[in-house]
Nanobody, 113 residues
Framework: VQLQASGGGSVQAGGSLRLSCTAS???????MAWYRQAPGKQRELVAA???????DYMDSVKGRFTIFRDGPKNTVYLQMNSLKPEDTATYFC?????????WGQGTQVTVSS
């Protein structure tokens, strides 16, 4: 399983970015999710979308971030609006399927005040 993440960058507070994660397998094979890790902090779950339609978000991004997918493209997106400096981190996409978790490479998001 390979996951290819892209879309990070540097923006000012209040700006937007869209992250993409393309999988080498069907994105309906498990739960796709975005995680982030800031320097000196643990990796945390940002948003997840299950093989059905259920989604979950960490409290601090609710109403600002949206996870959605394009099945034919095997791609999951994270639309990030109203970005804040505290959103600065390396973002990783992950696929959890059949008791295994697969990771993509990280993509850096930097939000300046």
């Amino acid at each position: 399983v390979q996951l290819q993440a892209s879309g990070g960058g540097s923006v000012q507070a209040g700006g937007s970015l869209r992250l993409s994660c393309t999988a080498s397998v069907s994105i309906y094979s498990g739960t796709m999710a975005w995680y982030r890790q800031a320097p000196g902090k643990q990796r945390e779950l940002v948003a997840a979308i299950r093989s059905g339609r259920d989604t979950d978000y960490m409290d601090s991004v609710k109403g600002r971030f949206t996870i959605f997918r394009d099945g034919p493209k095997n791609t999951v997106y994270l639309q990030m609006n109203s970005l804040k400096p505290e959103d600065t981190a390396t973002y990783f996409c992950g696929l959890t399927a059949q008791y295994n978790r697969y990771w993509g490479q990280g993509t850096q998001v930097t939000v300046s005040s």
